[in-house]
DNA sequence: AAGACAGTTCATTTTAAACTGAACTGTAAA
DNA sequence: TTTACAGTTCAGTTTAAAATGAACTGTCTT
């Protein structure tokens, strides 16, 4: 009978560990000292913290170098983190039809600044199936035919490589466990996607619904 | 971007806040002083700790006389209350397929000591269909034709009537919003159920699972 | 009307846990 | 090989929140 949920509740409750617990909520691994940053704190604070999530099996560490890369260990602990959000006080404006639904986040969010969730992996695949991308490694490459295929949409990739950050990463998505497109590539095809009124973002949440011109489009194009 | 989950964190993470959302988490309202003795603690701690869930909106209070009935304010503290469990280090001998399914608490369950969930709304519901009782107010009443129902299947409505406790209360289920067949008719009827090998309980939990006798001799009866 | 009971409120004490400072490992750059 | 950086560990301090004791409101019983 004894069941000792609360104290997963009371490791989530702490001020710093549930800032820390948000920033990770995006998907991404950061650094200790990148989260310090974020939850402004002291490192050796920030330290003791994610000791703690750790040793609860919360999040996981991947040692790189002399960096520690942070990020959830499991998908179990993105769903306590939305399940908890979703008892805060709604705000008046939000619309009642949706909330009754399964979150959306888990369906279709973006991540950081590329479309993550089912439908960000289900994108992502369908690339890989088409032959314009192919995973290597931690990063996709695009292939000749992808060129021209993102060239049709109107992103030039040619220009997106000569950025500076990552052109065309791969993120690994918490509820799927699969990679899916991310860096200036990814965001871009958000950008696309958002422009042609295929997704809508949601207000104040990572959410993002597939409008329904959006629907007939991606089945088009994916 | 800042988002206050984790206030909801730490108000659920207090030991004896658990420990009253555990009790309350078998969907029955319960009194201050109930809880207090459940939980094991004084009076005045204990009533400080339901002001804070009540101030969250997490818990609500209906008064009665000189009692107060405290129960989740809403089907999210629930959901919640679950993913947090799912959070903790799984026993060893735990089946695996079944966890990946919806926890089956949602779908049936006992609450307290009759059967609740989905499952018992719908029996509830079914037995209002047939004529057999009615709602009314706080409670059932058993019609003639419910008497002799009742009769058929071992229950002698008479004798329930005539014990201290409620005979046939109306329960209110948090997931499914609607009441369910609770007092001394509601166990009764789950004893019935059991003996006949129609459920059968999961161990450590208030899960109950439909037996394949029992899909069969409940399309039968309700 | 008097007493018992259910429950709350408020001021005070107690306690557990977060934070700080200093010292320490191991990695990477100069 | 020296210096800087990323991150941790440990002992001591601080602080916020839970628990306690005493007094209070309202309700039911006889």
Redo the contacts with the bound molecule.
Sequence with gaps: MEHDFGSMAALIG???RARILWILFGGRAY???ELAACVD????????????LIKADLLS?EVQ????YYSFSRPEVAYAVESLAGLLPRKPGASQAAEKEDPPIRVCRTCYDHLAGSVGVAVTESLVGMGTIRLSGRTFEVTEKGDRWFDAIGIDCAELRAQRRGFARACLDWTERRPHLAGSLGAALLQVMMDRQWLRRMEGTRAVLVTGKGRKAMSEYF
């Design positions: 702490d001020p710093v650094t200790a000292s704190t002291s490192p050796q604070n920030l330290s003791m913290h994610l000791a703690k560490v170098g002399r960096h520690r």
